[in-house]
C-alpha cells in the first residue's frame, strides 16, 4: 500500500556487543513520504444520441486515487463538429460554490465526490457529429511521461455527441403583414404573401400544393378538385420589407431532376408541380402565392389551402 504523505514513523537502531547488554551504539531514522497527486475520473457513458433542444446530463466522478489531499477543477476545453468547428452551447458544469456546504472541491485521500454535467443541445442545430472535451484538473501541477512541461491537466474527457437528423417542413402567413381574406370577383387574381421554412436540420427540398374543401374536410390530394378553372403560381419575393422589393417568377424545368438551383422555386413541367430544391436547415424563402379565380366561380366563400410537403414525409403527415 502507499504510504500517506508527510512524516512517517520513526525507527530506532541499537547495537551492542554480544554477550553486553549494555547498548554501545544507538540511531533513530526517520521518514517523509513525498506526496502523490493522482485524480481519476468516470464517466460510465461517454457516446450519446440526442434531439435538438434537449437536455443532456453526463454523470460524472471524480476520486483522489494519491496520498495526500487534492483539490480539483473540472473545466470545458471545447465543444466542436465534426470539421472542428467550435459551438456555442450551452454547457453547465456544477462548482463547488453550488453545494450547500462548500468544500473548494477538496478530497481527501481514497474520497469520491459525484457530479452532473448538463449539456443543452440548441434548438436550432444541424445533424451530425459533435465532439465535447472536458478536462479534469488537480491544484498542484505536475510533468507527465510524455511531456517537458508541468501542467494541471490529470485526465481529458471526450465525449461523442450524435445529433439524430429530422425533417420539419412549414409554411406561414405573417398575419401582422398579410390578410389571409380576400375578396375578388370571377376571372381576378388573388396573392397571399407566405414564408417557407426548413425548420428541420438536414438539408431539405420542398413541393409547393393547393388544396380545395370537399364538404367540410380538406382534400388531402393537391389540387382545385372542382374548380378546374382556378389556377395557381409561385413567384420568390426578394428583399421584403426594403423599399424596392422584387418578384421574381420561378423557374421551369421538365423534370424535378432539372430544379437544380439552390434556393429557387421551380415550375416542373411533366407533372405540373412546384418546387423549391435544397434549402438549407432552418432557411426561409418568401414566396408569393398567385391564385387566379375562375372565370365562372360562384359568388360564394371558397377556402383554399396552401401546403408544403417534403419527399420523406407521408401523404398525411408531410
Not at 450519446?48 to 446530463?57: I, K, N, Q, T, Y
Not at 471524480?62 to 470545458?76: A, E, F, H, Q
Not at 462548500?102 to 478530497?107: D, K, Q, S, V, W
Request: contains cysteine.
Amino acid at each position: 500500500d502507499v504510504a500517506s504523505a508527510g512524516l512517517g514513523p520513526s525507527i530506532t537502531i541499537k547495537a551492542h556487543l554480544e554477550g553486553f547488554p549494555r547498548v554501545s551504539d544507538s540511531v533513530i531514522l526517520s521518514t517523509r513520504v513525498a506526496p502523490i497527486y493522482d485524480l481519476k475520473s468516470t464517466v460510465n457513458e461517454t457516446s450519446f444520441e440526442v434531439d435538438p433542444g434537449e437536455s443532456l446530463v453526463v454523470p460524472m466522478s471524480v476520486l483522489n486515487d494519491g496520498n495526500t489531499p487534492d483539490r480539483y477543477d473540472v473545466r470545458l476545453l471545447s465543444m466542436t463538429n465534426s470539421t472542428g468547428i467550435n459551438q456555442l452551447w450551452d454547457i453547465y458544469i456544477p462548482r463547488d460554490s453550488d453545494s450547500l456546504y462548500p468544500t473548494e472541491n477538496g478530497l481527501q485521500r481514497g474520497d469520491i465526490q459525484y457530479l452532473e454535467i448538463i449539456t443543452n443541445v440548441p434548438n436550432q442545430v444541424e445533424a451530425g457529429q459533435y465532439v465535447l472535451e472536458i478536462g479534469l484538473f488537480s491544484e498542484e501541477a505536475y510533468q507527465s511521461e510524455t511531456d517537458s512541461e508541468e501542467t494541471h491537466l490529470r485526465e481529458l474527457i471526450t465525449i461523442a455527441i450524435t445529433v439524430r437528423e429530422f425533417h420539419d417542413m412549414q409554411i406561414m402567413i405573417d398575419e401582422t403583414l398579410e390578410n389571409t381574406v380576400k375578396i375578388a370577383a370571377p376571372g381576378r387574381t388573388v396573392q397571399y404573401l407566405v414564408n417557407v421554412t426548413n425548420n428541420g436540420n438536414v438539408v431539405d427540398d420542398a413541393f409547393l400544393n393547393v388544396h380545395t374543401m370537399n364538404n367540410d374536410a380538406w382534400n388531402e390530394d393537391p389540387g382545385f378538385g372542382i374548380l378546374t378553372s382556378w389556377v395557381i403560381r409561385w413567384s420568390e419575393l426578394e428583399n421584403f420589407g426594403s423599399e424596392v422589393p422584387t418578384q421574381k417568377e420561378c423557374l421551369e424545368t421538365s423534370t424535378v431532376s432539372g430544379a437544380t438551383e439552390a434556393g429557387r422555386c421551380y415550375f416542373v413541367s411533366n407533372g405540373g408541380v412546384w418546387m423549391i430544391p435544397s434549402m438549407n436547415a432552418y432557411e426561409t424563402i418568401t414566396l408569393v402565392a398567385s391564385i387566379d379565380v375562375g372565370p365562372a366561380a360562384a359568388l360564394m366563400d371558397r377556402e383554399i389551402g396552401l401546403k408544403v410537403t417534403t419527399p420523406v414525409g407521408s401523404s398525411l403527415e408531410g
